[in-house]
């Protein structure tokens, strides 16, 4: 008789800059793609690894995508008491394989992205919002993603485009500074009708 092997999981920590925020990184495929839970209500209806999370003192948000965990920390507990029990928690409940991201998840995603679509743009910015959309998606998101993070395009009106900070970006006071400087200077340079680069609160 066959006995499958369960894949051992791993689970190792990585520091982003937000210092409330620590990334969470597995050996394993948690969700393809990008779930950022940051309401105990969200994650009650679409994510059982999050709300598991959420019933944790210190945990004040949780974002998920492919291979890791980012937990944002509430700021009256420190990471030197709390990394160890958290990563405990998530690696256990990983090897438990209990459900991570229900699938109605990627239903509310499409129904927002719909949503979102509406006055995003005038038809004739068209061209422009394609450029800008390509450099995120090749030169910003890769880098943002490393720090545990991720940035959405939400709109383009009259030369200003606005962004979407989710995970370790979202609050992040280092944030601010990679906005103006890193990423309206890269759009600025590369789609000359982009005049400024502003971060939606989310």
Sequence with gaps: METTVKQAILLYTEQTPN???LKF???????????????????AEYSPLALALYELPY???VYISNNFVTITKKAEYD????????????KDYIQSEKPIILDSYELYINDLEKKSYEGQY????L?????IK??????????????GGNIEFKSFKDGIVTVMMQGSCSGCPSSTVTLKSGIEGLLK??????????????
């Design 19 to 21: 210092p409330e925020t």
């Design 25 to 43: 990184v597995s050996n394993k495929l948690l969700y393809r793609g990008i779930a950022d839970l940051k309401t105990k209500e969200l994650a």
């Design 59 to 61: 945990v004040l948000s």
């Design 79 to 90: 990471w030197h008491e709390i990394m160890i029990p958290a990563k405990d928690f998530i």
């Design 122 to 125: 005038d038809e004739k910015n």
């Design 127 to 131: 061209e422009i919002v394609k450029r």
């Design 134 to 147: 390509e450099m995120i998606t090749n030169y910003v998101k890769p880098a943002v993603e490393m720090d």
């Design 189 to 202: 340079r590369m789609v000359p009708e982009v005049t400024e680069v502003v971060a939606e609160a989310c």
